[in-house]
């Protein structure tokens, strides 16, 4: 067995490569695992693995194997289908999984029973109906979205009558699984909330929404009193005691911040968080291994996120090398 190490799952999303390396300099040693043996993470890693998809009867026994062999103090899962199977894994292994608590991350994943939830709580949300229900007196514009997905896939913005009938016919063999929701005219937010298990809101980070093209582009932090008061109180009443991510948009009729997802996980934003001042991954790991994080909870407004390529060139043998490195565990 390997010097304790830190995981960090989906190696391939947009923010990672920049996370393994922040790590790195605060003196961690990384393994970083992807399905995709081309995602840019696993060269940045320490050491990599391919692993099956989480919905593979493979992966608990692939991600189980990898936690022995590189003594896993810690695993970051930041792909939704892999929240659940490692905190179950990380309560039969006894190592800290960097996320909510499961009965927040299950809620949060079902996109219907969230907003559903939410409304009895009385925190508020967009009008949210299953699309076999219809409807009903839900005024155009809606979103179609799934009521279990990520990443704004299959998501569309419905603006007329006749486009609304066609996708009631078209997605009626799934129509259970589809949700449509009041679109909410106004700015766009996604926000970091860091804490941890004693329930504790150490920093409520919001970032406005300039450019979004399935993740976000462009985004600036903005100081905004309802949103931080909002993200707080979603704490106090749904208990995720972990960090996780609100995604809303702030009613210009109304001036409410409405909820219309939760991520129960860090968002690729958290590069924007950090830069801003919250080294929200740092702190939580720390809080996680019962470390008292040295850390800033203040922050900068009006620092932007400009999200763009980063090319690497290394020679190809040693891309090779890497290449052949990554492999299925056992």
Not at 270 to 293: C, N, S, W
Request: include cysteine.
């Amino acid at each position: 067995m390997t010097s304790s190490s830190v995981l960090i799952t989906g190696a391939g999303g947009a923010a990672v490569p920049a996370l393994i390396e922040r790590l790195q300099a605060a003196g961690r040693r990384v393994v970083a695992v992807d399905a995709d043996p081309n995602a840019a993470g696993l060269y940045v890693a320490n050491r990599a693995y391919r692993v099956p998809f989480a919905a593979s009867p493979d992966y608990a026994g692939a991600m189980r194997g990898i936690c022995r062999r590189e003594g896993v103090e810690a695993l970051i899962p930041l792909v939704d289908e892999e929240l659940l199977p490692c905190a179950a894994l990380g309560d039969e292994l006894g190592i800290a999984v960097i996320g909510p608590r499961p009965e927040f991350i299950a809620l949060s994943l079902d996109k219907y029973e969230l907003v559903r939830r939410m409304a009895e709580a009385g925190l508020p949300v967009p009008t949210t109906r299953l699309l076999s229900e219809g409807p009903g007196d839900l005024e155009l514009p809606v979103v179609l979205k799934p009521r279990v997905g990520r990443g704004s896939r299959d998501v569309h913005i419905i603006r007329t009558r006749e486009e609304l009938e066609a996708q009631i016919v078209a997605r009626e063999p799934c129509e259970g699984n589809m949700l449509l929701q009041r679109y909410v005219e106004g700015p766009e937010f996604t926000v970091s909330v860091v804490g941890w298990r004693d329930g504790r809101v150490r920093a409520v980070v919001p970032k406005q929404v300039v450019d979004k093209r399935g993740i976000t582009r462009i985004a600036i932090t903005r100081r905004h009193a309802a949103i931080d008061a909002l993200c707080r109180e979603i704490q106090a009443r749904l208990r995720a005691d972990g960090p996780f991510n609100v995604q809303l948009r702030v009613d210009a009729r109304s001036g409410l911040p409405l909820t219309f997802e939760i991520n129960p996980r860090f968002s690729t934003t958290i590069t924007l968080t950090q830069a801003a001042g919250v080294d929200e991954l740092g702190a939580v790991l720390d809080l996680a291994l019962g470390i008292e994080p040295q850390a800033s909870w203040d922050w900068r407004e009006g620092v932007t996120l400009i999200r763009r390529t980063l090319d690497s060139f290394v020679e190809e043998r040693d891309y090779q090398a890497k290449l052949d490195e990554i492999g299925r565990v056992p």
